[in-house]
């Protein structure tokens, strides 16, 4: 069949398997060009391992580092008419470059929540030996709690309602949002239990009861803090709670990890387009913006470039670990650098649906959603009749 992208507001109901392998096939190969990472992981369990940043830090950890990766993800493969999605179609061409390459690769689908899942992954690593990276990555709309009930993240302010400037980003138009806050514990409690670190430490309990943690084995968890004008909706808002609950996490999983002489960290990543940022409203426009910025200025980084920096200038540079007050690893440093966010902050004030086009990267944007989905790969002839079916 023939795959054309099918955008309903901020997914892609559609994916493209030919595109989605020629993209992972380009953050390989830059991987590759790069000096292997001598001291990095051996074996590393990547929860949330599909997309974004997860999927980039697995394709960096086995082709930068030769290591043996377990990878944990949710996706849906082919049915017909239907195409698999994205994330389905990244892992099979990453497991089969990485078989290619001569590198232990599996993959379980299944909820990252469950305790089956965290069994049976516990039952893949036995035949490797315990595991010296854990990398959760998960972003889930929902989690199955052991009583059957089910917790559902909202996005939304504390307090009072948030207006700010969004974008239509098909039209380019700009026009103003409202969101209203949530007024509900319910809610903060269940964003709390989707987002925050009660399953990553679910996960280090498991991996450790079980004997499955090396002599010095690193977790990090994924985060983001973003600029001030974002602040009301996420960082202060619902998400905002998840994600001081996941550096609490954090702080105690170091502290345990300690005695194996290991480490936790989270790391706060710079703004890149994922399914997540896509749908907060303000996030669009603001990275649209921030993209023309950082590229002008030889800052902007992608997935892979981040998940690279991560292992080479951070977790196993060689020394101390450089973090920042709250012991957090900073990767968004170069996102909130101080002139660039006077740049950006200065491009928000003038940002209108008249000039949109001149002051944002709205090109850039559009083609990183797409590219989420497989499609806008270069060199690939999307006119060419693909088989969706795809096995792992």
Not at 27 to 47: C, F, M, T
Not at 259 to 265: D, E, H, T, V
Request: glycine share 8%; charged share 25%; net charge negative.
């Amino acid at each position: 069949m023939i795959i054309e992208p099918k955008v309903r507001g901020f997914i892609c109901t559609t994916a493209h398997p030919t595109g989605a392998a020629a993209e992972v096939d380009r953050q390989i190969e830059w991987v590759r060009s790069r000096e292997p990472i001598v001291d990095g992981p051996k074996i590393a369990l990547v929860i949330g391992s599909s997309m974004g940043y997860g999927l980039s830090t697995r394709i960096a950890v086995a082709f930068g580092c030769s290591a043996a990766t377990l990878g944990v993800q949710l996706e849906r493969p082919a049915s017909d008419p239907r195409t698999a999605t994205a994330g389905w179609y990244n892992t099979a061409a990453f497991q089969k470059r990485a078989r290619e390459a001569g590198l232990w690769a599996e993959t379980i689908n299944g909820d990252a929540f469950s305790a089956g899942v965290k069994a049976e992954a516990i039952d893949r690593l036995r035949e490797l030996g315990p595991v010296d990276l854990v990398v959760y990555s998960l972003a889930a709309p929902r989690r199955t709690m052991p009583d059957g009930t089910v917790a559902k993240s909202v996005l939304k302010p504390l307090g009072s309602v948030y207006r700010n400037k969004t974008i239509e980003v098909a039209t380019g138009e700009v026009s103003e949002v409202a969101i209203e806050p949530s007024t509900s514990e319910q809610e903060i409690s269940d964003t709390v239990k989707v987002m925050g670190g009660e399953d990553w430490a679910l996960w280090i309990d498991a991996l450790e009861e079980a004997g499955m943690l090396a002599e010095g084995c690193r977790t990090v968890a994924y985060s983001y803090i973003g600029p001030e004008l974002t602040f009301p909706v996420y960082r202060m808002g619902t998400i905002g709670r998840a994600k001081d609950h996941l550096e609490a996490t954090a702080k105690e999983l170091d502290q345990r990890l300690a005695a194996i002489g290991g480490r936790a960290f989270v790391s706060v990543n710079k703004a890149v387009v994922t399914q997540s940022s896509s749908a907060v409203p303000v996030v669009p426009l603001y990275m649209s913006l921030l993209f023309g910025v950082m590229k002008r200025k030889g800052l902007q980084e992608g997935c892979i470039e981040q998940a690279v920096r991560l292992l080479e200038q951070r977790l196993y540079q060689g020394g101390e670990i450089p973090v920042d007050a709250e012991g957090r690893i900073r990767l968004d440093d170069w996102e909130m650098r101080d002139d660039v966010q006077a740049e950006v902050r200065d491009l928000w004030e003038r940002v209108d649906s008249d000039n949109v086009q001149e002051l944002a990267d709205l090109t850039e944007y559009q083609k990183e959603f797409l590219l989420l989905f497989g499609f806008g790969a270069p060199g690939v002839d999307y006119s060419i009749s693909v088989d969706p079916d795809v096995e792992l």
